[in-house]
């Protein structure tokens, strides 16, 4: 609750940059609108570690992209 589009923007931006990762748990209870934008911007940064780019247009600006960038998400149907 009371997670923005924008705060997951820089939250991803470090991650990206540094190599880190994570871990959500119970990612469902998150509002959809917000979940739809965090969608596509874990989908920017994999893509980029796909295509192994060094740089990525992330959120209106360059960011460095780390291949060790990890994403890790549980969602519990039923309990939003």
Same mark, same amino acid.
């Given at each position: 609750?009371?997670?923005?589009?924008?705060?997951?923007?820089?939250?991803?931006?470090?991650?990206?940059?540094?190599?880190?990762?994570?871990?959500?748990?119970? /990612?469902?209870?998150?509002? !959809?609108? *917000?979940?739809?934008?965090?969608?596509?911007? #874990?989908?920017?940064?994999?893509?980029?570690?796909?295509?192994?780019?060094?740089?990525?247009? /992330?959120?209106?600006?360059? !960011?460095? *992209?780390?291949?060790?960038?990890?994403?890790? #998400?549980?969602?519990?149907?039923?309990?939003?």
């Amino acid at each position: 609750d009371g997670l923005t589009a924008a705060f997951m923007a820089r939250f991803f931006s470090g991650l990206s940059q540094c190599g880190a990762f994570c871990c959500f748990d119970e /990612f469902n209870r998150i509002d !959809i609108e *917000v979940l739809s934008v965090i969608a596509e911007q #874990i989908l920017t940064i994999q893509q980029a570690i796909i295509q192994e780019k060094k740089e990525v247009m /992330f959120a209106g600006r360059m !960011i460095g *992209v780390n291949p060790m960038f990890g994403v890790f #998400i549980t969602m519990n149907p039923g309990y939003a």
